[in-house]
C-alpha cells in the first residue's frame, strides 16, 4: 500500500491566495486616497474664487461693499454685505455660507495694491465701531476680505487643504481684478 502524501495540492494554494488578494484589494479600495482630498481641495478653491467673482458683480451692480468672513469658530465661511451701517449676512443665490469642518486654512492679508488705499478711506463708515452699548462686540462680525463698489478686492491669500491631505491650495489675489488658484506642497496650511 502507497502512504498518502500530505499537504497542499497546487489549486488549494491558488485558491487562498486568490481569497487573500480580492480581501487586501477591497481594503485598499475603502481608504481615502491623498488624491480625492487633493481634488476636494482643488474643488473648494474653485469654488471659493467662483463664489468671490459672484460677490464682486454682487457689489457692483448693488453699489455696496461686500465682505468674505471666515469664521474659525464655526469652521465655515460667509459673504457679509454692507448695509443699515452695519455688515449683515449676504444669503443671496450662490453666496450662502459654506462648511470647512473638513478643511485646514491659514489666512494672510497682504498689503498690495491700490484698493489699499481705498479701504483705508472707507474703513471710518464700514468698519466704525457702534454707538450702540448694547450690542456686544463677539456678535460683529467683520469680513477678513472686502470687496469695493468698484469691484475692487483686498489683496489676500488664503491656504487651506483637507485635513490629513498631502497637498495645499491657495487662492490669492494678483491683482485688485484677478483671483489665482495655484497648489503647493502641504506646507502652507
Known amino acids: 500500500m502507497m502512504a498518502r502524501a500530505r499537504g ?8 487562498v491566495m486568490a481569497i487573500i488578494a480580492i480581501m487586501a484589494s477591497a481594503v485598499v479600495m475603502t ?4 488624491k480625492d482630498n487633493d481634488n476636494q481641495a482643488r474643488e473648494l478653491a474653485g469654488r471659493l474664487k467662483l463664489q468671490l467673482d459672484i460677490a464682486r458683480q454682487y457689489a457692483m451692480l448693488r453699489q455696496r461693499p461686500v465682505g468674505l468672513f471666515l469664521d474659525s469658530e464655526n469652521r465655515r465661511y460667509e459673504f457679509l454685505q454692507w448695509q443699515q451701517q452695519q455688515w449683515q449676512p449676504l444669503r443671496q443665490r450662490g453666496l450662502k455660507p459654506q462648511s470647512l469642518d473638513d478643511y485646514e486654512w491659514n489666512f494672510n492679508r497682504n498689503l498690495g495694491f491700490a484698493v489699499q488705499a481705498n479701504e483705508q478711506q472707507n474703513d471710518d463708515f464700514l468698519l466704525a465701531e457702534s454707538d450702540d452699548s ?6 460683529l462680525k467683520q469680513p477678513q476680505v472686502m470687496i469695493l463698489p468698484s469691484g475692487e478686492i483686498a489683496d489676500f491669500s488664503l491656504t487651506f487643504r483637507v ?25 502652507g496650511a
Open 31 to 34: 481608504l481615502p486616497s491623498s
Open 134 to 139: 448694547d450690542e456686544q462686540e463677539d456678535e
Open 8 to 15: 497542499f495540492t497546487l489549486i488549494e494554494i491558488l485558491l
Open 163 to 187: 485635513i490629513g491631505g498631502l497637498r495645499s491650495v491657495q487662492l490669492e489675489t494678483e491683482t485688485a481684478w484677478q483671483i489665482n488658484v495655484t497648489e503647493g506642497d502641504g506646507n
